[in-house]
């Protein structure tokens, strides 16, 4: 089934899904899959979970929307806990991840305003992937994304991903830096994983400068990397997070959390949202990180993309067109010498929903739920079909 009747801006589409449960999606021809994409890292609980259909079924019979007139408990709730759980101080909540982006570029503009910086700047990376929106796509270090919708704005600098030495050169030509965003992992880039102590060099420069480390998690965060949010991995404290994909399971919502210097920022009138932190949003969101903490889903995501990344390592061991795999938890790029996007087909013909980035990088983004059979059925089609390339 295709439309005319929609703008055609994701090309053709060849499968329709009509039903999932757990880690598996059913078409409307009746075949089967192992989803081993997530919806592009948002159904980490996977499909049709219970908790999810109940708070949604709950919250939809007592009140969806009030507007941000209104005190709204279940987003009072959301921002406590997930703030707890990221070791942070204030949210701002949103619908999307550009959107949650879009907060973090306006404060960090207004915390440069503020200090009398005449054009706040913000230091980004080359291969980044930050949003569809125009300050989003300008951040954003693919030349594909920003095709034919200058001008782009100002305010922006870009430096090769992990590389320290370049953002310190940044410091010593421009005095209107006020911060740095990068992923903490690439994804839409390549599921490119930086140096371990990146990071943490990246705080102790932003310390140094009176910089703000925004960190983009809207793919890493809600556990997919094996820590709540992937920054917990280098126990270093960032400024900014902005998140989204996960955090609702499939519900739209988006999340900007500061802390300390940044958490002041932005005052009443500054910014708002007319649909961001619902209460239906919230309550779900709320549910999201309750499970995933309680059925030790982080610890899940961590065992078994170890077990992917060493499963695939060994049946790949040999083939030369092999140039890479790596990756945090269950984000997982397997990098070719070529470009592979006919694999994505080739799996679905095999009863299993993976991705293509990059061009040349196969990208796995199963639920978190996984189990480890299921592990192993991906290891076995992804590897047979590369070493069929
Ligand atoms: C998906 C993504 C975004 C954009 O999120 P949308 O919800 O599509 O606006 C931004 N940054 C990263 C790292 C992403 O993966």
Redesign the pocket.
């Known amino acids: 089934m295709s439309s005319a009747a929609l703008i055609n801006t994701y090309g053709v589409r060849k499968t329709t899904l009509v039903r999932g449960e757990g880690s598996r999606l059913w078409d409307d021809r009746g075949n089967v899959y192992l989803d081993a994409l997530s919806g592009?890292?948002v159904c980490g609980l996977g499909h049709a979970h219970p908790a999810v259909t109940r708070a949604i079924n709950e919250q939809a019979g007592t009140l969806l929307h009030t507007s941000n007139l209104f005190n709204i408990e279940p987003q009072q709730r959301l921002a406590e806990k997930l703030c707890g759980v990221a070791g942070m101080d204030k949210a701002f909540f949103c619908n999307?991840?550009?959107?949650?982006?879009e907060a973090a570029i306006k404060l960090a503009r207004k915390y440069g305003n503020d200090k009398g910086v005449a054009t706040p700047t913000i230091i980004v990376t080359e291969n980044?992937?930050?949003?569809?929106?125009l300050a989003?796509l300008t951040a954003t270090g693919n030349p594909k994304v920003q095709q034919g919708f200058g001008p782009l704005l100002q305010g922006f600098v870009r430096v090769p991903f992990n590389d320290c030495a370049a953002i310190e050169k940044c410091a010593a030509e421009n005095t209107d830096i006020v911060a740095v965003l990068v992923?903490p992992v690439?994804?839409?880039g390549g599921v490119n994983v930086p140096a371990d102590d990146y990071l943490q060099q990246l705080r102790a420069i932003c310390d140094r400068h009176h910089w703000l480390l925004m960190l983009?998690?809207?793919?890493?965060g809600n556990g997919r990397t094996g820590k709540f949010f992937a920054y917990q991995h280098s126990a270093i404290a960032p400024d900014v997070v902005?998140t989204?994909?996960g955090l609702g399971n499939g519900l739209?919502i988006?999340a900007c959390l500061t802390r300390a210097g940044a958490a002041g920022v932005l005052q009443p009138g500054n910014h708002g949202s007319t649909f961001g932190g619902n209460p239906l949003a919230c309550r779900v969101a709320e549910t999201v990180i309750d499970t995933l903490l309680a059925d030790g889903l982080m610890e899940n995501a961590d065992t078994l993309g170890r077990q992917l990344r060493a499963g695939l390592a060994e049946a790949l061991s040999g083939d030369s067109k092999v140039v890479d795999i790596r990756g945090k938890g269950l984000m997982i790029g397997i990098e070719l010498d070529r470009a592979c996007g006919e694999l994505v087909d080739q799996a679905k013909e095999k009863g299993l929903l993976i991705n293509v980035t990059a061009a040349n990088t196969v990208r796995l983004l199963p639920p978190l739920i996984l189990t480890g059979a299921e592990a192993a059925e991906i290891v076995d089609t992804v590897a047979t079909l590369i070493k069929a390339l």
Not at 128 to 133: K, N, Y
Not at 216 to 220: A, H, L, N, P, Y
Request: aromatic share 4%.
């Open positions: 592009i890292a999307s991840g550009a959107e949650a982006n980044s992937f930050h949003g569809r929106t989003t992923e690439q994804g839409e983009d998690e809207i793919q890493t902005t989204a994909k739209p988006g």
